[in-house]
């Protein structure tokens, strides 16, 4: 070849475009674990299979034991999901916000899955298959498909009838946790829960691969025949930018294309916390949501449209747009000034501090709504931060402002007329008037997304507990060994929160927390045990998980006292419950997340049908119940849990656990003491009151103290400048004596109008061996000042300790079997016989 020739040819070749292979499938294993996709609902293990290209990566599940997404991705037998798409996110986000796509609802044992091609041929492709001998005759073949430059996922299926006669098949795909969600010209759409997450998925059936757009959701496949149906799954930064996706897939002859830009009118800085609705009518439309500089690009197709762009403190911006085919628009709205209201708060000792603001609306101003419950900062009227230095955007009116931190801080108020585009500037300290030394706040039972059944994130949960004043939370999601540390540490909270890995092991029975357990992220579940009936084999498989740790907290959660302690099978006879279990546990719930009944005078009562059905039914009532109980002897001790599982409404703080604790700083609490002392009953439950209680010789909650029946017990109650109590009873053997009833009515002289509400030294004649229980209670009170609109509000403050015993006679406590005036409530009571026996 002459050298001219080979010049030309290697100038040709320096000319043409490098390839890089990017589009790969590959199965993830111990060594590359770390290259899983992330986000708040990413749930990947070794053994699953990710797919990924220049634009986006996925996870579908392996064919691995018991797999599923998390607990609640389906209930029952069959809710295992191997082989679905469990995450899906942009390349690099980290953001993925699916729980599980089930295509056709794939659900139940499959036969396997396997990567089909690698990408080396341009294109990766995982498979799932389900035989017809497992589906009932129909066999099920679902691939996940892959190519440079798709923004999502091509599932292919392919149905084969070898059931002999023509079947009709239900081929609707199953989807989760969407809650805002809607059809645009047959495409679904979905957003992600917390808006603030700027992520959004749509999906359509499309005609490739083979496969027909089907018209109905059921279609009849003859014997012997097949079936094949494709769908397109596409991810973007906003349901609206999915759709567009999807839509330019189906017809790419009829799309345009819009840049939009948001700039605030006064300054011409980016909005970047609007949201645009984007349809032929903005109602139902899906929104999108702009970058960081307040730009977004979309693809439409061909039509007229409504733009309407909205910010929190703005006014509503509209828009007409047409576009044509082959068409690129630009538009640039101008949103007016933003009214906010600007907080800087400190501590006593100047530190900034979490916390949380209230903005209840005065006058005619609406109430505001800053965002979804289950998100902590903006979740209706509330906002909770992390920092203590924040601004919260508000639209203009007239509003009372609260700040607080729990109810050992005084809160701060204001009343503010919001102007629109002010910014009004809210500083404080917040004072911590309640003196709690020697004991720490601690909430052994709450959740987030990880658990399955709540959407709420991992860090909207520890801003809510931080806010609130806990400083101790194990963590408990269900059915998942998990530890909330490193989210603590990257908020920079572990100056005020401590936390420890557990769990919660739930099943259709007694649910039990425990902790410390050792997460194993690359294994189902996190390594956790499976639950089972009994809830005594729960309790053992708890205690030595893992192996052996003496020191492990094991605790039934809302328990069913009549099922687990009276009447095993609720036949209407007491048959003693799961015999030993209460010696199984170290303690149980006496309260969790309802109004207190400790002053309750029967162990039921007749209420409304729960949630809201018809007719009235037999409501036990577990604190009588655990009253009569200790009388029988049972020994786990009584906390008090807020089981959160949003922030607003079922959010954290309602009640509480106050722990000895021999420090006062979080970061420098001991789990191993915590439970140590929660094992032997030095805990008070709460829901504000801070409550101390020891006798003479100073005996402590959970204690027992000797006497010859002449008890001195010193109590002593705070409030902050928000709570209040007027009650002050000592329970004696869980009755509720007259001579030992203090009230602020009758005997105003015992109560303190300051911090200190009672602080009294009682004497008490004993007759015989008794447990003591103070309650302090505020009956004409309630939370409002701390929770404004939240549902905590309607509780009273209540505080009550475990009980203290004592030996009168020197033989050791012995429980006197008192019942209260009542048997111990057995199953199947009717509303008949219940009334029956209150009005006796």
Not at 121 to 136: I, P, Q
Not at 262 to 274: H, K, M, R
Not at 745 to 750: A, D, H, S
Request: aromatic share 8%; proline share 5%; with cysteine.
């Amino acid at each position: 070849m002459k050298l001219s020739c080979l010049l030309s040819a290697a100038l040709f070749s320096a000319h043409l475009p490098v390839v890089t292979q990017a589009v790969e499938s590959f199965e993830l294993g111990e060594a590359n674990f770390n290259e899983r996709p992330g986000g708040k609902e990413a749930d990947a293990i070794v053994g699953d299979f990710v797919l990924r290209n220049d634009r986006v990566e996925a996870v579908v599940s392996g064919n691995l034991p018991l797999r599923r997404a998390n607990m609640s991705t389906f209930y029952g037998d069959d809710g295992i999901t191997p082989g679905c798409l469990y995450d899906l996110t942009l390349l690099g986000a980290d953001n993925d916000q699916i729980t599980v796509f089930a295509p056709c609802a794939q659900r139940g044992a499959i036969n396997y899955v396997r990567i089909v091609s690698d990408g080396v041929d341009g294109e990766a492709v995982v498979e799932a298959y389900v035989s017809a001998a497992k589906a009932e005759g129909l066999s099920r073949r679902h691939e996940y498909r892959l190519r440079d430059g798709w923004q999502g996922i091509l599932v292919v299926t392919t149905l084969t009838n070898e059931t002999g006669v023509a079947t009709k098949v239900a081929i609707g795909d199953a989807w989760t946790q969407m809650r805002s969600k809607g059809v645009v010209e047959g495409i679904h759409w979905a957003d992600s829960i917390d808006p603030a997450d700027k992520c959004g998925y749509a999906l359509a059936w499309v005609a490739e691969a083979g496969a027909e757009v089907p018209e109905k959701g059921r279609i009849e496949i003859e014997s012997g025949q097949s079936v094949v149906l494709a769908r397109f799954l596409a991810v973007g930064t906003s349901p609206a930018e999915a759709v567009g996706l999807v839509a330019e897939r189906r017809d790419p002859e009829a799309i345009g294309s819009l840049s939009l830009s948001l700039q605030d009118a006064a300054s011409g800085g980016p909005v970047a916390s609007a949201m645009v609705l984007v349809g032929a009518k903005a109602a139902g439309a899906p929104p999108a949501y702009p970058d960081e500089q307040g730009n977004l690009s979309l693809k439409l197709p061909v039509g007229s449209y409504e733009l309407v762009a909205t910010d929190i403190g703005r006014d509503r911006l509209e828009e007409q747009l047409e576009i044509a085919a082959g068409s690129f628009a630009e538009r640039s709205l101008a949103l007016g000034a933003l009214s906010s209201v600007a907080f800087d708060i400190i501590d006593d000792e100047g530190r900034r501090v979490p916390c949380k603001a209230q903005f209840n609306p005065l006058g005619d101003t609406p109430k505001p709504d800053l965002g979804p419950t289950d998100r902590a900062r903006g979740c209706v009227d509330q906002y909770h931060s992390e920092t203590g230095k924040f601004a919260v955007a508000l639209p203009p009116g007239r509003y009372e402002v609260v700040v607080t931190r729990g109810p050992e801080y005084n809160r701060l108020r204001q009343e503010v007329e919001l102007a629109p585009g002010a910014t009004h500037l809210f500083t404080g300290q917040l004072h911590r008037s309640v003196d709690t030394k020697g004991w720490i706040s601690a909430d052994f039972h709450n959740h987030s997304t990880p658990s399955g059944d709540n959407t709420c994130g991992i860090d909207d949960r520890l801003i809510n507990l931080a806010a609130e004043h806990i400083e101790f939370a194990p963590t408990t999601e269900h059915n998942r060994i998990y530890d909330w540390a490193p989210h603590i540490e990257s908020l920079g909270l572990g100056l005020y929160l401590k936390t420890v890995p557990g769990m919660e092991l739930t099943g259709s029975g007694a649910h039990l927390n425990a902790f410390p357990l050792s997460p194993e992220p690359h294994r189902q579940d996190g390594g956790a045990p499976v639950w089972k009936k009994d809830p005594r084999l729960n309790a053992i498989t708890l205690r030595d998980w893992q192996g052996t740790e003496r020191d492990r907290w094991v605790h039934v959660n809302h328990p069913d006292m009549i099922e687990n302690f009276i009447d095993r099978d609720k036949d209407g006879r007491a048959d003693g419950g799961f015999a030993f279990f209460g010696a199984l546990l170290d303690g149980l719930e006496t309260q969790n997340y309802t109004a207190s009944e400790i002053l309750a005078t029967a162990p039921y009562k007749i209420a409304p049908a729960r949630g809201g059905g018809p007719g009235r039914v037999v409501a036990p009532i577990r604190e009588f119940i655990w009253l009569q109980l200790l009388n029988q002897g049972l020994a786990p001790r009584a906390i008090a849990v807020a089981d959160a599982h949003h922030v607003y409404g079922n959010g954290v703080g309602g009640w509480r656990t106050y722990v000895r604790s021999s420090t006062d700083e979080p970061s420098e609490i001991d789990w191993r003491e915590i439970s140590r002392n929660a094992k032997a009953g030095r805990m008070i439950l709460s829901t504000g009151p801070f409550l101390e209680v020891e006798t003479g010789t100073g005996i402590l909650a959970g204690g027992l103290d000797r006497s010859s029946g002449a008890v001195e017990l010193k109590v002593r109650v705070q409030c902050s400048d928000w709570l209040d109590i007027d009650r002050v009873q000592v329970l004696v053997n869980g009755r509720q004596v007259p001579e030992y009833n203090y009230t602020r009515e009758q005997n105003p002289e015992m109560f303190g109008n300051g911090v200190v509400k009672f602080d009294q030294t009682l004497g008490l004649d004993l007759q015989q061996d008794a447990h003591l229980i103070v309650v302090a209670v505020g009956e004409g009170h309630n939370l409002r000042g701390g929770y404004g609109s939240s549902a905590q509000s309607d509780f009273q403050p209540i505080a009550y300790n475990n009980p203290i015993f004592v030996d009168v006679d020197g033989g050791g406590f012995q429980p006197n079997g008192d019942t209260l005036g009542f048997d111990l409530p057995v199953g199947g009571l009717t509303i008949d016989q219940v009334r029956e026996s209150l009005s006796r």
